[in-house]
Structure formats: C-alpha cells, structure tokens
Nanobody, 129 residues
Framework: EVQLVESGGGLVQAGGSLRLSCAAS????????IGWFRQAPGKEREGVSC????????SYVDSVKGRFTISRDNAKNTVYLLMNSLEPEDTAVYYC??????????????????????WGKGTLVTVSS
C-alpha cells in the first residue's frame, strides 16, 4: 500500500524555521516527481516546491524562493522541506504529493486540485506574528 506521511508542522513565530518531512512507503520517492503543496485558510491549494525524480532538480514559487529548500534522502525514502524566515502568510496545511512522468514545471505554482498520483494527509504550519 502506498502511503505518504507528513510531519514537522507546528506553531512558530514569524522569522522562525521548521523542517517538514514526507516519509514514503510502498513507492520509491526517487522514481517520482515530488511536490510540496499548501492550502491556507480561504485559499486554493498551491504547489510551492518540487524536486524531480532521479536528478533531483528543485523548483520553487516566487513567494518562497530563497526561504524554502526541498531535498531528498534516498536512504530514508524521505523528502524534506526546510522553511526559513517564516511569515504569517505561510500559515497553511502543507501536503506532499508524488506523481510519475511530470516535470516540476507543471507542479510549482499549480492551483487547486492537482492531478498528483499520491497525497499525504497534510501537516499544519501556523506562523504567529
């Protein structure tokens, strides 16, 4: 059974940092394009970061570029999202998702319901001012 499990969310003050984890079972993350999405209250779900299969090329939306870093640990079959300089606008439920055959160019910036193959259940990040 394929399962993606996010962890690492919580409450942090503006300017602080969090590292989110996406642990996979039932699939090899290195074989998939992996995206991090977030959904803020009253907003559409948005793809904010992506790492490509095998080569591991990374992409970010402009709003998080320079602050967030996506990475993959193949030995642990886990993808991470390091979030620095957090802002209240970053408050959202963060999801990881996997898709085969897609370029990160179609993941980053995607709005609404994206056609990813597998989704985690999300982890809540709350940034206080």
């Amino acid at each position: 059974e394929v399962q993606l499990v996010e962890s690492g969310g919580g409450l942090v003050q503006a300017g602080g940092s969090l590292r989110l984890s996406c642990a996979a079972s039932g699939l090899i993350l290195d074989d998939y394009t992996i995206g991090w999405f977030r959904q803020a209250p009253g907003k559409e779900r948005e793809g904010v970061s992506c790492i490509s299969s095998s080569v591991g090329t990374t992409s970010y939306v402009d709003s998080v570029k320079g602050r967030f870093t996506i990475s993959r640990d193949n030995a642990k079959n886990t993808v991470y999202l390091l979030m620095n300089s957090l802002e209240p606008e970053d408050t959202a439920v963060y999801y990881c998702a996997a898709v085969g055959f897609w370029s990160c160019a179609v993941v980053v910036g995607a709005k609404g319901d994206s056609n990813m193959d597998y989704w985690g259940k999300g982890t809540l990040v709350t940034v206080s001012s």
